[in-house]
């Protein structure tokens, strides 16, 4: 009984931890970057392209799997795939941060 309420407060604090580190995504620098997705994207998240999805207002969770699927190669496209094995763990962060808050205004 013990250890399971000692797992659970330490998922608890695990979760805390990750979405902490997904606060820190820095939107001022997410918009420097994403001036390299704007051509599919928008810079204002609104999609250019049928193919490709519209980020603005999209969950920071959601966007850091994502960008972080295609770097690794679980999720697969030919053109994200080679953009985001050039991205940071910091501009993943703030790539997130900044198409997120694209939904708030």
């Excluded at 979405?19 to 704007?38: E, M």
């Excluded at 999805?53 to 999209?58: D, F, I, K, R, Y």
């Excluded at 190669?73 to 997130?96: P, T, Y």
Aim: with cysteine; net charge positive; proline share 2%.
């Amino acid at each position: 009984m013990k250890r399971a309420a000692v797992a659970g407060a330490l998922a608890c604090v695990l979760l805390t931890l990750s979405h902490a580190s997904l606060a820190a995504g820095d939107a001022k620098a997410g918009r420097a970057k994403a001036a390299q997705c704007q051509a599919c994207h928008g810079l204002d998240g609104i999609s250019k392209l049928p193919e490709a999805p519209n980020l603005a207002g999209q969950t920071e969770e959601y966007l850091v799997k994502s960008l972080n699927d295609f770097r690794s190669g679980a999720r697969q496209n030919e053109l994200m795939s080679v953009v985001a094995k050039g991205l940071s763990d910091a501009d993943i962060a703030n790539l997130a941060a900044y198409y997120h808050g694209l939904g708030k205004q």
